[in-house]
């Protein structure tokens, strides 16, 4: 079929949702007569027969839409059934503010999207739940291991929420789940055939908010086995956007980890759903107070993995091993040199640690900021930690004859950009929600 990307779409609509007593959710949209179907198949043993899970379940539909509205982005959407004001002022923040990586990569400007449907009004609904048995969405990564180490030490009886895409499960979040010995409820989610094959189908395509939607499926998850809290994983740096702009907006590639959709999903679930609490653990804190901590946490260091190679939907097409040379394993090596040793991350990258390899040097002046240019469109930390990071990384002994590390310390000094004291870095800063303490 024809490769030719169509003229954008006239108008996008959300048709209905459905959810099954055995936890089965399916979401329905429609673009100019065109239909899509997505499914969840959720955790088993849930109560999904309640008014909170339905309440829940609309929550999942209004995000999850995001990935069938971008195969046209159209400037009109009508929601059927209705819209809250709240609900409106949200979607078209998702869209404009969470598509705007999207629409940067694609050329287009959907600023003008207006998100339609007749008023609605919601009474919160109350779920049985409990929180001192909180819920975390785990992939694997540094953030969430340190915030699963964090949290059972209050809250021994937390579990873990394991999305997928694919039914062959992804060995590094299973490997590195069981380290933590928690159990795992799991959510399949089935994405609409015809989206997966966008690009023969001429659809636009490109980023979208996942970890929003992913939220909304961790919060149903959550209300249907009785858990009280939704504990995320996203740091103080993931509200730093990029220098690039789209929709009249900067581009963050991490927006739905950030704190303004952290603040604004919170709004929207208090207004839907009472009993839940979402919030990040790591708001407040930097990659680096991260790093510090997963450096003690040594019996994960074998098995996880933070590469985005390792977590293609396609499975032939997944690494079972560290890239070594993409963006993310250069800022997870770059982040974890000041507390590992050369060693300790050799054997992490199993030889193809990116700081022995002179040749991504320009890969981390990127992480580092260069002028003129701007982050990756990656989930990296912000630029002044990583050029703390270079600097305290080189400050090893056991990195003094590193000539990347050596080279990048001699651009820190050149470039005359701000690097953020130590003590800054390492303790909280910002804006948070974690409960219990002040913002």
Not at 128 to 146: E, H, K, N, W, Y
Not at 221 to 242: C, D, I, K, L, Y
Not at 295 to 313: D, E, I
Request: net charge negative; charged share 25%.
């Amino acid at each position: 079929m024809s490769e030719q990307k169509r003229p954008r779409g006239q108008e996008f609509r959300y048709v209905d949702f459905e959810l099954t007593p055995q936890g089965e959710l399916s979401c329905r949209y429609a673009l100019d007569g065109e239909t899509f179907v997505e499914r969840f198949d959720l955790a088993p043993h849930g109560a999904y027969d309640t008014a909170a899970a339905r309440a829940a379940a609309r929550l999942v539909w209004l995000l999850a839409g995001v990935s069938y509205y971008k195969t046209g982005a159209p400037a009109r959407i009508v929601v059927e059934g209705g819209l809250s004001a709240l609900e409106r002022d949200f979607l078209h923040q998702l869209y404009v503010e969470g598509l705007a990586e999207f629409a940067w990569r694609s050329g287009l400007d959907i600023s003008d999207v207006e998100v339609t449907g007749e008023e609605r009004s919601v009474v919160p609904v109350p779920a049985a739940t409990d929180p001192a048995r909180p819920l975390i969405p785990f992939g694997g990564g540094i953030d969430s291991i340190v915030v699963v180490d964090e949290t059972v030490r209050s809250f021994p009886d937390a579990a873990l929420f394991v999305a997928n895409t694919s039914d062959v499960l992804f060995a590094p979040i299973e490997d590195t789940a069981a380290v933590t010995g928690l159990p795992v409820l799991r959510a399949r989610r089935h994405l609409d055939e015809k989206v997966l094959a966008s690009r023969q189908r001429g659809y636009f395509n490109g980023h979208v908010p996942v970890t929003g939607v992913l939220s909304a499926v961790a919060v149903l998850t959550a209300v249907a086995h009785g858990r009280g809290q939704v504990v995320m994983s996203n740091e103080h740096s993931a509200s730093e956007p990029t220098a690039l702009r789209a929709n009249g907006t900067l581009v963050n590639h991490q927006w739905s980890k950030g704190l303004d959709f952290e603040r604004r999903f919170r709004a929207l679930l208090a207004a839907t759903v009472t009993g839940v609490d979402y919030y990040s653990a790591l708001r407040p804190y930097s990659e680096l107070w991260v790093a510090e901590r997963f450096a003690g946490l040594t019996g994960y260091h074998p098995v996880f993995r933070s590469c985005n190679k390792a977590f293609y939907v396609d499975p032939e097409s997944r690494l079972a091993q560290w890239c070594g040379e993409c963006d993310k394993c250069c800022f997870i090596d770059l982040i974890l040199a000041p507390y590992l040793s050369r060693d300790q991350l050799d054997a992490i990258f199993t030889g193809r640690e990116p700081l022995e390899q002179p040749r991504l040097e320009g890969a981390f002046r990127d992480l580092l900021g260069e002028p003129g240019r701007t982050k990756p469109l990656e989930c990296v930390g912000d630029e002044g930690e990583c050029r703390r990071a270079v600097l305290l990384a080189a400050a090893r002994p056991d990195r003094a004859d590193n000539p990347v590390l050596a080279t990048l310390v001699g651009y820190v000094e050149a470039t005359g950009l701000p690097v953020p004291e130590v003590a800054t870095l390492l303790h909280a800063q910002g804006e948070h929600f974690l409960p219990g303490a002040a913002s």
